[in-house]
Nanobody
């Protein structure tokens, strides 16, 4: 069964950086839009970033300047680079495509 697999989460101190990666077997990201979402405890899932088929990116307004989404067509991965992380960035981060839905998520915890 084809599915999305997120990796790269973990514990990081405030101000630190993390790069999340999303991979999928047998499905190419370059043929469809890919999104990153996150869900913090007790909150609704929210969209973080999107990359289109043509590589156009869109970052949620509140995260611009700190988060970047990119795609590596050779490796067939979509990455989310997160800089200057804050405790409020703590959440489970999910990769999403219309075709495959959500992955299982990866936990990001920002804490000292």
């Amino acid at each position: 069964q084809v599915q999305l697999v997120e990796s790269g989460g973990g514990l990081v101190q405030p101000g630190g950086s993390l790069t999340l990666s999303c991979s999928a077997s047998d499905v190419s990201f370059k043929f469809g839009q890919t999104n990153w979402y996150r869900q913090a405890p007790g909150k609704q899932r929210e969209r973080v970033a999107t990359i289109s088929v043509t590589g156009v990116t869109n970052i949620a307004n509140s995260l611009r300047g700190r988060f970047t989404i990119s795609r590596d067509d050779d490796k067939n991965t979509v990455s989310l680079q997160m800089n200057r992380l804050k405790p409020e960035d703590t959440a489970v981060y999910y990769c999403h495509t219309n075709r495959l839905g959500y992955g299982q998520g990866t936990q990001v915890t920002v804490s000292s």
